[in-house]
């Protein structure tokens, strides 16, 4: 029996993304004086320097899929990712998607001065929802993120948060709804085997409820774990898309070759 077709949420076609870099030439001194005197000088601005992060990209992805995206420091894979939500812009290609794209941390941003419960107020209307059911779903919200375990951290203000926490909050605001596609970058390293494992449970609920997830993460087996499917950039290029589990053995092989620290050497892209 032929397989029902598949229906794309993401294309991306022939996809680069440059942008530039400001604030001092490669090898020249960073000290406050210099810094200073930049500061104080009148004139042109430095031209800064372009960097090609994301170079002909392109891959099509489907409802139901989840996506890991991995490769070295400065691959590309958060700029791409940025480019999927609308928030980077494309020099050349096109990015398509069906629904809105929301990227975890910046839908649901939240601010240092609030305490986490308002937090969860706000970020949960900034990702879509109505008052009714942020009331409906806070407290299931705050005991998916873990942070109350020990002491009643969500009545603090989120400046007193450890990175992980305010990565934990994040993840579970964002995860309390269904989403067409939803971008996540490295949010599930931050925790620990009990919260991993709640957030992979909840992105299987998310694929079922017809949503793509992307994972970009410098964790093999969260990818292994959490995705069945990867893309691996490389240098801003697209080296290979598969299997999850082959991809990040290709990867690994890579990386412990003799000339991976050459190849992969980063180019600023995120």
């Known amino acids: 029996m032929a397989e029902p077709p598949k229906t794309p949420t993401v294309v991306a076609d022939g996809v680069h993304i440059t942008y530039t870099v400001h604030g001092g030439r490669p090898g020249g001194r960073g000290g406050a004086a210099a810094a200073l005197g930049r500061m104080l000088r009148r004139g042109t601005a430095p031209a800064g320097r372009r960097v090609h992060a994301v170079k002909g990209v392109s891959f099509v992805a489907h409802r139901g899929e989840a996506i890991g995206l ?14 999927v939500a609308g928030l980077q812009p494309v020099d050349r290609g096109r990015i398509y998607t069906q629904g809105q794209p929301s990227l975890l941390g910046v839908n649901a941003a939240l601010m240092n001065d609030l305490t986490g419960e308002r937090n969860v107020i ?38 007193t948060y450890s ?28 925790g620990d085997a009990r919260f991993r494992r709640r957030s992979q449970e909840r992105i299987d609920e998310l694929r079922a409820e017809a949503g793509t997830v992307f994972l970009v993460s410098h964790s093999n087996s969260t990818i292994t774990e959490t995705c069945d499917r990867a893309l691996w950039l490389e240098a801003g290029t697209l080296r290979m898309d598969g299997p999850a589990k082959e991809v990040v053995a290709a990867y690994e092989e890579f990386t412990a070759g003799p000339r991976a620290k050459e190849t992969g050497k980063p180019d600023i892209a995120v």
Request: charge should be positive.
């Open 70 to 83: 991995i490769g070295s420091n400065g691959s590309g894979k958060s700029t791409l990712l940025k480019a």
């Open 122 to 159: 706000l970020g949960g209307l900034a990702m879509g929802m109505s008052r009714a059911e942020v009331r409906e779903r806070y407290d299931g919200i705050v005991d998916f993120s873990g942070i109350n375990e020990k002491d009643d951290a969500i009545s603090r203000p989120m400046r």
């Open 163 to 190: 990175s992980g926490m305010g990565a934990r909050l994040r993840f579970s605001i964002a995860a309390a709804k269904s989403h067409d596609v939803l971008l996540i970058d490295e949010a599930l390293s931050t």
